[in-house]
């Protein structure tokens, strides 16, 4: 049985830095896009940055600069490293694998449980 499974969040301070992880487990072939999105309380939720297979990244306007995303194939892993936090960071991050290959098909849109982020002094 497949399953993403993110740590790292917790509690940091303005101007902070975190790494969030989300680590596929089962049996798997590949991974497609992997990306990390996050949901604010009243907020919908959005893209925050996504990591082809090849390496492609894209991130939003709001974290350029400031997050990093980067994956490690052969683990099934990616990883979001934030630096500068703002306290409009705080939100519940997700990761998410546009298509998970398996021996019993793909899995589509597949998403980890969430870890929460809250940037506060």
């Known amino acids: 049985q497949v399953q993403l499974v993110e740590s790292g969040g917790g509690l940091v301070q303005p101007g902070g830095s975190l790494r969030l992880s989300c680590a596929a487990s089962?049996?798997?072939?590949?991974?497609?896009?992997m990306g990390w999105f996050r949901q604010a309380p009243g907020k919908q939720r959005e893209l925050v940055a996504a990591i082809s297979s090849t390496g492609y990244t894209n991130y939003a306007d709001s974290v350029k600069g400031r997050f990093t995303i980067s994956r490690v194939n052969a683990q099934n892993t990616v990883y979001l490293q934030m630096s500068g936090l703002k306290p409009e960071d705080t939100a519940v991050y997700y990761c998410n694998a546009d298509k998970i290959l398996t021996p019993t098909g793909g899995l589509n849109d597949f998403w980890g449980q969430g870890t929460q982020v809250t940037v506060s002094s």
């Open positions: 089962g049996t798997i072939f590949s991974i497609n896009a």
